[in-house]
């Protein structure tokens, strides 16, 4: 079951809790809302999570009314495809971390998906809860990448240190990029840095670094005439076979048919299949 609503409270309202989950986006920047004893600030676009159960009231007045939308729902079944994220949201559900960073960005983006979702609850038309759903995720998405920093607004060390380096990865795709290294640069060891980075980003290392690599692939198919070879070693792939199969693997055509398309229809990439755990390393040229 999915419904929501849109209101603006002008005084503090009653301490109440749900037997369902509820998703919160603040629609003003006046407002703040009580979660289990802490206090929150309200932003335009930041989101708070509230699991079932959890106590919460909402504090407005009429010179600063607080303006929210929110989504309540039973379970996470919606996202069942993604169990990546499905396992965050569990986590977020016992884990007490119920407001998202102030992210300007993110904000921005939740406004617009907090009214295209308000719209499907507001009218009864073909496919509104499937669309809603769709919706829901992404906001959903939108507070898990926010969760750098705690719901207090502490620094998350080791939700910080994977980001970093998810950026470190982006700009440095073509590099000798391995766990022993990466976790060194965290600050982490192997055991946790494996584990925190599937936690945080729903991939394995090399997952992630896999799909850096196709996407740059991709964006020089499309702005040079170079030769696939040459893309494909500047991308950090050693092994050519590996490209073509990993490139088809994840954006479901070859190199070749994608610079083509892209070519007549301009550039676009495709929703990236993540590779398998057990998908090999690039094997390396002999005397490397």
Request: glycine content about 6%; overall charge positive.
């Amino acid at each position: 079951m999915l419904w929501g609503v849109a209101l603006t409270v002008i005084k503090r309202n009653a301490a109440h809790a749900h037997d369902m989950h509820e998703f919160v986006v603040c629609m003003s920047d006046t407002g703040r809302h009580e979660v289990d004893g802490r206090l929150y600030e309200f932003r335009a676009g930041r989101t708070i999570f509230l699991p079932s159960g959890v106590s919460h009231y909402v504090i407005g007045s009429r010179a600063q009314p607080a303006s929210i939308s929110f989504a309540c729902f039973d379970d996470f079944s919606f996202v069942e495809d993604e169990p990546a994220l499905r396992h965050v949201l569990q986590g977020l559900v016992t884990g007490r971390r119920y407001a998202s960073r102030c992210s300007e960005a993110l904000c921005r983006e939740n406004l617009v998906l907090a009214r295209r979702l308000q719209a499907e609850f507001d009218v009864v038309r073909p496919f509104s809860q499937a669309m809603a759903r769709s919706i829901l995720s992404q906001l959903l998405i939108n507070h898990c990448r926010s969760l750098g920093t705690s719901a207090s607004g502490e620094p998350d060390a080791h939700a910080r240190r994977i980001f970093d380096m998810c950026d470190w990865i982006v700009q440095h795709y073509a590099a000798d990029i391995t766990l022993q290294d990466t976790a060194g640069k965290a600050g982490m060891s192997r055991t946790l840095f494996a584990r925190q980075f599937r936690l945080r980003t729903g991939m394995s290392l090399i997952e992630f670094v896999m799909a850096a690599r196709i996407h740059a692939a991709m964006r020089l198919l499309h702005e040079t005439r170079d030769p696939i070879t040459d893309i494909a070693f500047r991308c950090g792939f050693r092994n050519l076979g590996h490209f073509y199969r990993t490139f088809k693997r994840l954006c479901h055509m070859t190199p070749r048919a994608y610079r083509r398309v892209a070519g007549s229809r301009g550039p676009f990439i495709r929703k990236l299949k993540v590779l398998s755990e057990g998908e090999p390393a690039p094997r390396r040229p002999e005397g490397t």
